[in-house]
Nanobody
């Protein structure tokens, strides 16, 4: 079992920045690929960014490329999402997720075994 707890969400004006954190506990954090997803009201949950175990390879949705950065600190069992130049359309609940390394990073939420409870990000115009 892996427990994930997100933090760092909040209300920010368009153009602002937020950094989300996801703290993991339980099994070996470094054995899991990590990802961030988001879900806006009335919409399905969408992939935002993913990172491999060593942190060397990262992947992003086209909508956030150049604005968001995913990173991880395996010593702290934490994955981060730095969000810059935020837009109102980034408003959503943000979830972190974990999958065993052999599954790789996927844009499908079905691949991920463990999920946090989510943190709300609201971007005002």
């Amino acid at each position: 079992q892996v427990q994930l707890v997100e933090s760092g969400g909040g209300l920010v004006q368009a153009g602002g920045s937020l950094r989300l954190s996801c703290a993991a506990s339980g099994r070996t954090f470094s054995a899991y690929v990590m990802a961030w997803f988001r879900q806006a009201p009335g919409k399905k949950r969408d992939f935002v960014a993913g990172i491999y175990t060593s942190g060397g390879n990262t992947y992003y949705a086209d909508s956030v490329k150049g604005r968001f950065t995913i990173s991880r600190d395996n010593a702290k069992n934490t994955v981060y999402l730095q969000m810059n130049s935020l837009k109102p359309e980034d408003t959503a609940i943000y979830y972190c997720a974990a999958a065993p390394i052999y599954r790789g990073i996927s844009g499908s939420d079905a691949v991920y075994d463990y999920w946090g409870q989510g943190t709300q990000v609201t971007v005002s115009s």
